[in-house]
């Protein structure tokens, strides 16, 4: 079992170890939290990023968080929304990769963002049913803070917390 907090905010704020960024294939930023992580951290980060070859859908890599308070930022990469039974697997891995990083480079502490359901568009309630259930299933001491950018985001995932 993992603990999970839901929260409305700003990922960049988020105070602890990790904060998990929703990226895209290049990591080398984009627009919505993506972007908003990038111009956070400043510069460095693109430099870094630029040496990491880049990230499979489904996968998940860890940078330094440079002007961000939090230690780390692992970038992980949602699938695009295709109405099919393979997006609900790679999104699950973004979760399962991201909180295997989090343990391994000694974490307690890391915030989810709502991958997918942005730009990529994956289905809110969806989604967050497959967040929910893969962070709570995963074993570890980890408390995950899911940070919601909009209520009605934030609503979707309280909806399946509080089932
Ligand atoms: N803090 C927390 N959540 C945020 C923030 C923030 N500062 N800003 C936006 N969100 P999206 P995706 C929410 O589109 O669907 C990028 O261009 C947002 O409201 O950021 O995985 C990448 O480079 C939404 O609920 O990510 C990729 O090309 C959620 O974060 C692509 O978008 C995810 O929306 C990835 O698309």
């Known amino acids: 079992m993992t603990a999970i907090e839901l929260k409305l905010g700003d990922i960049t704020k988020f105070n602890g170890d990790a904060i998990v960024n929703a990226a895209n294939e290049s990591l080398m930023g984009g627009g919505g939290v993506d972007g908003a992580i990038h111009y956070a ?10 040496r990491l070859n880049g990230c499979r859908t489904g996968e998940a890599k860890i940078t330094a968080a440079y002007r961000l308070p939090a230690k780390y930022i692992i970038h992980t ?9 393979s997006d609900a697997k790679k999104l699950k891995s973004c979760y399962v990769n991201s909180l295997r990083l989090a343990i391994q480079n000694d974490c307690k502490t ?34 995950a803070t899911i940070i919601c950018y909009d209520r009605k985001t934030f609503q979707a995932y309280q909806a399946i917390l509080n089932r």
């Open 41 to 50: 951290a400043g510069p460095e980060l693109n430099n870094e990023c630029a």
């Open 77 to 85: 990469v949602g699938p695009v929304w295709h109405a099919q039974p």
């Open 110 to 143: 890391v915030a989810f963002p709502s991958i997918s359901t942005g730009a990529y568009g994956y289905p809110v309630s969806a989604a967050a049913r497959i967040a929910i259930t893969t962070i709570q299933n995963y074993p570890s001491n980890l408390i």
